[in-house]
């Protein structure tokens, strides 16, 4: 298949139909009627010869040659956005679509340098687009190496072949208990890990047994890839659990939670910069890791007495 200006036009429309799950869903994103996006779908199946979707009574969902099609149009529109910064470098302009990928809940962390590396790189490029996506580490590093993001910052304790590495900056974890918990009574003090063993964790599903091990237990009873989730269980009061300081703040201020013996259950993840390995960056992805690396560093001076 050749592609053409109006194949990349309906490939757009396509791939937003499928991040929206569906017509109704991608009408007000594209501004197009449904009787619009029914036609335009029409044109690219009957240009493909097979069929992209079924839509109906059951619902929407992508047919097998739909969701392998989707693939195939995320890395070419990938591809695409990297040519326009190329093509901006080429005038010595930074400009394009920026696709990087972040962990959740690290806004709240003052010791972050992302927020800082955002507001510089957006004052130092502003005619680069930012795409930012909230993801898991797992799914960071499979949209990494298929091209779907250009970075990505988060933890990542396994090392990936194909995935470059560039550590970035730390944060700490405490171990908390909700104040209905039993433990609570004695955050505060000295909790040997045998007294754990008969409490219920919510672990990190990438760290779990880097976390069992810390506690001397041998299964977690829940395991949460987001933070948010975990902060629920342990809330909850039948769960204890790791988090961020920053994170946990407002529920320990509120008198929710508290931090189970800081000086014994205090750990720490080693956030990263990831790239795809042997790729040759582009100047505007260059630019925003330069502007990470900085303000790391900068973080870094400011928190040395």
Known sequence: MQIQDNDLKLLRIFATIAQCGGFSAAQSVLNISASGISEYMAQLEA?????????????????????????????????????????????????????????EATLTDLCSPLLPAIRTFGQAAPDVRLDLHIEAPSSMVQHVLDGRLHLAVGPFPTRTPGIAYTSLYREEQGLYCATAHPLSERANQQVPACELSGCRLAARSYLAEQELSLLHMSKAAAT????????????????????????????????????????????????????????????????FREHLLAAAAHSLAASKP
């Open 47 to 103: 240009r493909l010869g097979v069929r992209l979707c079924e839509r109906g009574r059951g619902g929407f969902r992508l047919t097998d040659d739909g969701a392998s099609l989707y693939e195939a149009t995320q890395r070419l529109l990938g591809a695409v956005e990297t040519f326009h910064m190329e093509a901006g470098a080429v005038r010595h302009r930074l400009q394009g679509v920026l696709r990087f990928g972040l962990i």
């Open 224 to 287: 949460v890839d987001n933070v948010e989730g975990r902060a629920m269980l342990i809330l909850s009061g039948n769960h204890i659990g790791f988090l961020p300081p920053h994170y946990a703040k407002p529920w320990v201020d509120r008198g929710l939670i508290c931090r189970i013996d800081p000086d014994q259950y205090a750990t720490h993840l080693d956030f990263d910069i990831i790239t795809r390995n042997n790729a040759e960056s582009t100047r505007v992805v260059q630019a």
